[in-house]
Each structure stands twice: as C-alpha cells, then as structure tokens.
C-alpha cells in the first residue's frame, strides 16, 4: 500500500534560519498534500492544502509567506518555515487523500531554540 | 465551523477490558469519519473509516460506529492490551470553505495497564 514518508524526522536550527520539510509519498500519485501542526498535548490542525503545480491553499491564520509550500511533482510537496521562531516550534505532518482515507507521514518535529 | 469532541480526555484501565471512545462533531454534512492512532512523538495511523451511508466498520479487536444524526462516533476496543496505549484521534472532513483537510478532536489518551 501508499506509504508517507517525510524528512527530516527531527531538526533544531537557530532562530532566524529557514527549515524546509520533505513530504513524499511513494507508490501513490498525490496532486493533493496537506500539512498540519500539532503543538504539545493539542490535536493536529491543518495548515494548508499542496496543490501540485499551482499554488497552495492557506488557512486562516498561516501566513503564506512565512510557511512556503511547494508541491513540484505529484510525489513530493515541501514546506519551508522561514525565518523560524520558537514559537514555530511544533510538530509538522503532512497527509494525502486517498480513497480509502486519509494517510499521514512520520512527522517532524521541529524545535527552534 | 465544525467542531470534534472527544470524551474521555483520558483513561487508564486494567489490560482485558472492553472500551469505548466518544467523539461528537457539531456539522452532520459530513461525508465521512476516521479513527486514527497516534503514538507519542509520531504520525498518525489510520484505524477505521466509515462513511456517512455506513453505520459501523469493524477491524480486528476495533469497532467504530457512526450516527450522523446525532452527530456521534464511538469505537469500541475489545480485550484491551497493552499494546493498545496510544492516543485515539477522531476526524470529520472540513465544512465549509475551498479546504479539503480534516477537522480533529483532541484525542483521547489511553493507557491499559499490564
């Protein structure tokens, strides 16, 4: 079956530095991404919506130029924090539509000191 | 905007017991319900997924029930184990709006004791 992978699985960077997450999803054609936060002890909430080829969809309250998503192949959507801060600290997931549900990656966990 | 509750926050039993997760959503226009695990520190794996036409889904030891008109799910977990601890996370398609992403509760952390 489709699989999710992400990389990488954790990362500690500077504040101020740029972080950029890997979302593959491998045997599975994806035009559809999704990422999400999950902030300690919360549940997950989604962030935006990886559209392949065109631009991403951004909910309420994400900037769009901070968090910067690209999805150049129906295999791989990635998403930059720039210019991180600790409060961007968090717990980073990516998902795929299928069929049969939805899928969720491994997560990465970011920490910004 | 839709909203998911789960019920318990927490629970801790003996390894044997028969358990049931609540979860209620507010938007019954749903078009489907997930149940996922989530083990600390990682993603999420899928359990069960029923659809609105469908009252029930069961798989191994789990069952998961659906009453759209109440806005309800539960998911019964047989013989419990403790290979079981995890928290449980319930999940409605958005309402609303051009997203197609999930809406989730807040989990339910369970732990069964050996």
């Known amino acids: 079956g489709a699989v999710v992978s992400q990389h990488p699985s954790w990362v500690i960077c500077k504040s101020g530095t740029s972080v950029k997450i890997e979302c593959r999803s491998l045997?599975?054609?994806?035009?559809?991404m999704f990422w999400y936060r999950q902030f300690p002890k919360q549940s997950l909430m989604l962030m935006a919506t990886?559209?392949?080829?065109?631009?991403?969809?951004?909910e309420q309250g994400v900037e769009k130029d901070k968090f910067l998503i690209n999805h150049a192949s129906l295999t791989l959507s990635t998403l930059t924090v720039t210019s991180a801060h600790p409060e961007d600290s968090s717990f980073y997931i990516c998902?795929?539509?299928?069929?049969?549900?939805?899928?969720f990656g491994p997560g990465t966990r970011l920490t910004v000191l | 905007k839709q909203e998911v509750t789960q019920i318990p926050a927490a629970l801790s039993v003996p390894e044997g017991e028969n358990l049931v997760l609540n979860c209620s959503f507010t938007?019954?226009?749903?078009?489907?319900l997930q149940w996922f695990r989530q083990d600390p520190g990682k993603g999420l794996t899928s359990l069960l997924l029923?659809?609105?036409?469908?009252r029930e889904q069961t798989s191994g030891r789990l069952n998961a029930s659906l009453d759209k008109s109440s806005g309800r799910s539960t998911l019964y977990i047989a013989a419990s184990q403790p290979g079981d601890s995890a928290t449980y996370l319930c999940?409605?398609?958005?309402?609303?709006?051009?997203?197609?992403?999930?809406?989730f509760g807040k989990g339910t952390h369970l732990i069964i004791q050996p």
């Open positions: 029923i659809q609105s036409s469908q």
């Open positions: 938007d019954s226009a749903i078009y489907n």
């Open positions: 990886s559209n392949e080829g065109s631009k991403a969809t951004y």
């Open positions: 998902s795929l539509k299928r069929e049969k549900g939805r899928l």
């Open positions: 045997d599975f054609q994806a035009t559809t």
């Open positions: 999940a409605v398609p958005y309402s609303g709006g051009g997203a197609d992403g999930l809406t």
